[in-house]
């Protein structure tokens, strides 16, 4: 069983940057274990795929719409993954979502445990 809680959001200008952090509680096995995603959606919009990692570190996957602006990382010995993202547009305001799954796959039915989402509004 793994909990999930986001945060970080707030309301920012373009061009501007935040962090959001989701930070886990993981009974029985290690955190580290799972891959995470981080998935956003806005009003009216189906879930979309914004970036993953792998369970150690390394390997990192990440929607053409973000590449080169947000950034994925990890720390297991807090058990929390990171989104640094820098260059915010308008069209980034949604609610952002954690899930632990395959950090290959941009499809949400590939991740199983979610966080509740943390908002995020990008003012032009």
């Known amino acids: 069983q793994v909990q999930l809680v986001e945060s970080g959001g707030g309301l920012v200008q373009a061009g501007g940057s935040l962090r959001l952090s989701c930070a886990a509680s993981?009974?029985?096995?290690?955190?580290?274990?799972?891959?995470v995603g981080w998935f956003r959606q806005a009003p009216g919009n189906v879930r979309e795929f914004v970036a993953a990692?792998?369970?150690?570190?390394?390997?990192?996957n990440y929607a053409d719409s973000t590449k080169g602006r947000f950034t994925i990382s990890r720390d297991n010995a807090k058990n929390t993954v990171y989104l640094q993202m820098n260059s915010l547009k308008p069209e980034d305001t949604a609610v952002y979502y954690c899930?632990?799954?395959?950090?290959?796959?941009?499809?949400?039915?590939?991740?199983?445990?979610w966080g509740q989402g943390t908002q995020v509004t990008v003012s032009s």
């Open positions: 990692i792998s369970w150690s570190g390394p390997y990192t």
């Open positions: 993981v009974s029985r096995r290690s955190f580290s274990i799972y891959g």
């Open positions: 899930a632990t799954g395959n950090f290959r796959s941009s499809w949400s039915s590939d991740y199983s445990y």
